[in-house]
Each structure stands twice: as C-alpha cells, then as structure tokens.
C-alpha cells in the first residue's frame, strides 16, 4: 500500500495552489491549475493518488479554500488573507528573538497583501514557497512602519531599519547608474553636422550651388564636421552659431546630392516656441552653408525640399543628333516637381534652338535603362497622359536615362 499523506504534505500542496490562484483575479481552470502546479514542483501530484484521489476530488475536499464548479476552480475569498494563517504569522512573529550570531536570524520578512503587512519567519516563507522552484516576491519598507499597540515606531529600531552599509551601497549603485544613463543620453542624442563656407560654392544656371572646391580636402577653422546635441533649442542653436561665424551671417540646412552638389533645404531661422533640433529639418540632412552678410546667395537660386533636383542622363534619338551633339547636354540636373511635359519642351528648345508645337507633340519620351537584361536594353515609352506627372510621380532617380 502506498503511505497515507501526512497533514504537513497536505499543508504544502494548498499553499502552493493558493500561490498559484492569488497569481490570478478570476477562475481558473482546473487543468490549468494542475499544468501550473506540477510545473512548480518536484513532486509529482500521483504519488500521493491514492490518499487524495483525483485532483478535482482534492480541491472540493476543501470547500473553506477552494471554490469547484463543473471545469473551474478560485479561491473563497481570492483577496482576504485566511485569519488563522495571520494569527499564526503573528505568533511566529512574535517568537523571534534578538538576532546573534545567525546570519539568518538578521534577515526580517513581512507579508503584504491589500491590507495588510504581517511579520513572518523564514520558516513560513519555506512553508509556503518549498515545493516551488521559483517564486516572486516583491520587497517593500514602510518609512514609519506601525506596532500594534503604538501609533509609531522609531526607524532606527534595529530590528526595522535598513542596514546602513545596505543604504550607502544602493547610493552608489545609484550614483553610477545616474552617470551611466548621462552619458547614453548624451550618445543617443548626438547630431554630426557638417558646415560649409558659402564662398566654397557657384551658382549653376542661376538655380543651384555648385560645390567649386573638390580639391579642397581640409575645411578652415571653425567650419567642418561638429557634433551638437538634439535636445538643443534651434534659437539657442543659432546663437551659437552667432557666436562662431558672426551676427552677420545667414544659415542655409542642405541636403547632399549624388552629384557631390549640395541643395538647399531651408533657412535656418529663429522660432517662437520650444523646437529643438531633433523636429528640425538639419536633423534629417546635417549639412549648413554659411553666408556672410549681405548674403552672397542669390534670391534666383531655388530652394526647399520639393525643388531638389534630380541627375538624369538624356538620350537623344533623333537622326541628326550627332550635328547637335557638341552643344547639348548629356546630364541634366531637374527639379523632382518638373512635368514630363515641361522637360521635354525644354530639352526640344535646346535641340532645335526654336519652339514648334505641331512637331513637340509628336515627339515621344520614354526611360531606358542601360542595364543589361535577357541580353537586352530595356525601354519605357510614357504615354501622353502620363506626361502631366512630375518627375517624382513617375519615380524617377538620380542616375536614371530619359530618351
């Protein structure tokens, strides 16, 4: 015959499944509750089979703990905390003696739930966390913690108070995590800047700065690559600025292009509230150009983000296109909001130097990629209706080839 469960062992498996239900506001199910308990413990729940029979059989032969219904099971009273139990944490509580020289006699726990917070020995905890290979415990420390029969105790009281060198080592912890957090902070929010003296550029067909010093390889002191934090001000920002090219300058935010030209994005300008860098638009480019006072940049050149132009390779098609071959060009730089239509009533003037409209609406436009594929150029003719979209629309890039 297999032995007869003791009270003890019996004891053991409540408490384990009262941990395991407190873990949850409502029912649980059965199956799950017995899954949860024998993952929490090394002993299996048939080797006791014969004393407590079947699982479900065991939790209704506690009716004052458990609450059964068909598939389900909760606590009685899932949120109060059984009287008896806290009677008998107060008992042991009260049991405790001065500690000496067991380490473990210096060691004060305590029990909370929604109410209340009730001494308790290390034999409880192993009473009610013994089967368990894990458990969770949150730790707590009421600053003017209360005795039954007084309305305060003093904190210094050694059994109550947190050790001193505990304190000190928790600062310290502190301290550093404070420092180490500082310096993530200060890494996370670096934004490189590069920044550009105006008189380095030249104004391209009057629309667009040419970068005219690709030799130049050292930038001259204070311009070059310098690192600002995003959470600065942009009106604090420009003062600093101020403070190191002039009052008498202007500051343009540009984006570098494939062409190693530079486009200007936008003004860099005083603003009424708070915006710092990181809603700016240098934080999505990081690149400034200076200009010295009265600008040198002029009002002809275009800017913004919706003028920035686009490096196209043009193909021309037509049979005399070798007569005309010396004066036209090969790379156009075009603004990414230009119609197909547009361009190609600029790209006609420029071949025949005169504007004839019968003949530009029978010439065609098309995309030709020089890539190789199935041993073959590929071609795009855009139809009429898709000439009326811009450049952008139809996805065109830098390197692209229109014909």
């Known amino acids: 015959n297999e032995p007869v469960e003791s009270e003890e062992e019996t004891a053991k498996k409540i408490d384990l499944l009262r941990t395991i239900l407190l873990s949850h506001d409502d029912w649980f199910t059965i199956d799950d509750l017995l899954k949860t308990y024998r993952e929490n413990t090394t002993v299996p729940w048939s080797r006791t089979r014969n004393s407590n029979g079947a699982f479900t059989k065991f939790l209704r032969s506690h009716p004052e703990i458990f609450h059964v219904d068909d598939k389900r099971v909760r606590l009685v009273e899932q949120m109060d905390v059984d009287q008896n139990e806290v009677a008998d944490m107060d008992y042991e509580s009260s049991q405790l003696e001065k500690p000496e020289t067991n380490d473990d006699d210096n060691e004060h726990w305590f029990c909370f739930d929604d109410s209340t917070v009730t001494c308790v020995t290390q034999q409880h905890i192993q009473r ?41 080592e928790v600062s310290e912890k502190n301290k550093i995590l404070e420092e180490k957090r500082e310096v993530y902070d200060k890494y996370q929010n670096q934004l490189p800047v590069t920044i550009y003296p105006g008189e380095w550029f030249e104004v391209i067909e009057g629309c667009r700065l040419n970068l005219n010093n690709a030799n130049q390889m050292l930038f001259p002191d204070p311009y070059g690559e310098h690192m600002f934090d995003k959470r600065t001000k942009t009106n604090e920002f420009i003062s600093i600025l101020k403070t190191l090219y002039g009052d008498d300058t202007d500051f343009f935010t540009s984006k570098k292009l494939r062409s190693g030209q530079l486009h200007i994005i936008s003004r860099l300008i005083n603003v009424d509230d ?18 010295k006072h009265p600008s040198t940049l002029p009002n002809t050149v275009i800017q913004g983000e919706e003028f920035e132009p686009i490096m196209l390779n043009i193909v021309y098609g037509f049979p005399d296109a070798h007569i005309h071959a010396s004066r036209l060009q090969n790379t156009r730089h075009v603004s990414k909001n230009t119609t197909l239509a547009e361009l190609k009533e600029v790209l ?10 019968q003949v530009l609406r029978q010439v065609r436009m ?16 855009y139809k009429i209706d898709e000439e009326k979209q811009t450049l952008a629309q139809l996805n065109l890039h830098d390197g692209d080839t229109l014909g």
């Open 274 to 291: 708070d915006l710092t860098l990181d809603k700016n638009d240098l934080s999505t480019y990081r690149n400034l150009i200076v200009f």
């Open 366 to 381: 098309g995309k030709l990629n020089l890539e190789e594929k199935n041993n073959r150029k590929l071609r795009r003719e």
């Open 348 to 357: 006609f003037r420029d071949y025949y130097q005169y504007e004839d409209q």
């Open 128 to 168: 009610h966390y013994g089967l368990s290979d894990c458990a969770y415990m949150l730790f707590y420390r009421l600053k003017t913690p209360r005795k039954k029969n007084d309305s305060s105790m003093d904190c210094s009281d050694t059994v109550y108070s947190i050790p001193q060198w505990l304190i000190d």
